[in-house]
């Protein structure tokens, strides 16, 4: 079983449609998770960031975590043409902190939204 | 604010060619990370430096492969022979200490 699954995709929805992204994963010593957007031949831009469980919103994007079944999402409400972009989760042990600070990856979700 | 700036950012060459993928990570951040990105495996991490120092090199794949970090803003990976399974987009990032990493807009390998 690989660390982090993440479905990619591709996802194409309307522009207004909330979207639904989703990881799992089954280390249990993750305690920070992360998602970042990736646009074509860019590299990848850190959108959101939590630690342990819970919701935190910025804007149009929350991130949901629940550690009890392993599982983080992000939505998007009211998506853009410009929020078209591969969406990689990830997720760490110990945080931004020195040397225990080693990302996995999801393999990422390509999204597509239509104008 | 200048971000981490790679090169080349594309790199076509032969298999048996020694390939050098060059990384300035942005001024005053003390770790860098060097990835390697391709459709079967994503997103994976090869070597990490923290004040120039390698602290975990774990995904490097194979003797063929060196980074070095001489000092705070200048990093290479290189790739010694290189051969087709090589290929992939390999990416910098840099962070400062207890921050996010920000990652350069990688280099585009192809070894044919």
């Known amino acids: 079983q690989k660390e982090v699954e993440q479905d990619p995709g591709p996802l194409s929805v309307p522009e207004g449609a909330i979207v639904s992204l989703n990881c799992t994963y089954s280390n249990s010593a993750f305690q920070y998770f992360m998602w970042y957007r990736q646009y074509s031949r860019k590299g990848p831009e850190l959108l959101m960031y939590t630690y342990s469980s819970g919701n935190k919103e910025d804007g149009r994007f929350t991130a949901q975590v629940d550690k009890s079944s392993k599982y983080i999402s992000l939505f998007i409400r009211d998506s853009q043409p410009s929020d078209s972009a591969t969406y990689l989760c990830?997720?760490?042990?110990?945080?931004?902190?020195?040397?225990?600070?080693?990302?996995?990856f999801g393999k990422g979700t390509l999204l597509t939204v239509n104008p | 604010d200048a971000g981490v700036i790679q090169s080349p950012r594309h790199e076509v060459t032969e298999m048996g060619q020694e390939v050098t993928l060059r990384c300035k990570p942005i001024?005053?951040?003390?770790?860098l990370f060097w990835y390697r990105q391709t459709m079967m495996r994503g997103l994976e991490l090869l070597i990490y430096f923290n004040n120039n120092v390698p602290i975990d090199d774990s995904g490097m794949p194979e003797d063929r492969f060196s980074a070095k970090m001489p000092n705070a803003s200048f990093s290479t990976l290189k790739i010694q022979p290189s051969e087709p399974r090589d290929s992939a987009v390999y990416f910098c990032?840099?962070?400062?200490?207890?921050?996010?990493?920000?990652f350069g807009d990688g280099t585009r390998l192809s070894i044919l």
């Open positions: 990032a840099s962070s400062q200490e207890n921050q996010p990493q920000h």
């Open positions: 990830a997720m760490s042990a110990g945080g931004f902190r020195g040397s225990n600070y080693k990302l996995t």
């Open positions: 001024s005053g951040h003390n770790s």
